[in-house]
């Protein structure tokens, strides 16, 4: 049975802390952009935020996990009560540079488990027309790494006319709609933030956990 005490949401006095990432290592990257003015709004809605550049982040496997960039990864992973994913879209995809920073990032380590029942906003940037690509795929990964993925979303289609030189979003339907996806992601933040324990308790694991623990007392017995 579900706890419902569980369900109050404490009342948590620091401000909610965001991780943004995102899938590009252009220089005059829109995708960073895009993030960057994220951010802006997350501050200004009380958040505490943080980057990551994955300027330098091995391949997956290619690296020991021990590596610099790996840890300052997963620690800021850890850190983190909501991300923001901003990638590009490739050849009808999100990057590989968005994916392998996801798959450096364990579901769990011990107890610790750096994206579950977090909440997570998706955006992407395109070249091209309108495309929800990116986007889509990286819901089916919010979800892999059992993640709160917030139902709106942004994607920036032309993204090289939406930025101005000091890479500043243009006021747009687009500025909009990334204002009304990071007021979403704050408050899925603030309601779930303190209780993400609770939303990822599953019933099969549990009994999994049990059934293993029994099965220790026993031989223990023997
Ligand atoms: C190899 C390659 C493939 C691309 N594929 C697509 C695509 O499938 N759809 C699209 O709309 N734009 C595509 N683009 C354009 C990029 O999405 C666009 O340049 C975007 O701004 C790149 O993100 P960034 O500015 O953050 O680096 C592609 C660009 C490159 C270099």
Redesign the pocket.
């Known amino acids: 049975m579900p706890d419902l005490a569980a369900l109050q949401p404490p009342r948590l006095a620091h401000r909610p802390r965001i991780l943004l990432l995102?899938?590009?290592?252009?220089e005059?990257?829109?995708?960073?952009?895009?993030m960057q003015e994220a951010a802006r709004l997350l501050e200004t809605f009380g958040a505490e935020t943080r980057f990551f550049d994955p300027s330098g982040l091995p391949l997956p496997d290619d690296a020991d996990p021990g590596h610099p960039k790996v840890q300052e990864l997963r620690n800021l992973s850890i850190w983190s009560e909501g991300q923001v994913w901003?990638?590009?879209?490739?050849?009808?995809?999100m990057?590989g540079i968005m994916k392998a920073q996801i798959d450096w990032i364990p579901l769990e380590v011990g107890a610790v488990r750096p994206t579950q029942g977090k909440t997570l906003a998706v955006m992407?940037?395109?070249?091209?027309?309108q495309?929800f690509?990116a986007v889509n795929q990286m819901r089916v990964l919010g979800r892999w790494m059992r993640m709160l993925t917030i139902p709106n979303q942004s994607s920036v289609?032309?993204?090289?006319e939406q930025f101005d030189e000091a890479g500043r979003m243009q006021p747009s339907p687009y500025y909009d709609r990334l204002v009304d996806v990071m007021e979403e992601l704050m408050k899925f933040t603030l309601l779930t933030r303190g209780v993400s324990d609770y939303l990822t308790s599953r019933y099969s694991e549990r009994k999994e956990a049990a059934e293993k623990a029994a099965a220790r007392v026993a031989q223990g017995a023997m």
Request: proline share 3%; glycine share 12%; charged share 20%.
């Open positions: 995102h899938g590009s290592l252009r005059r990257s829109y995708s960073r952009f895009l901003s990638s590009p879209e490739r050849h009808g995809a990057t992407q940037v395109s070249g091209g027309s495309s690509n289609a032309k993204a090289y």
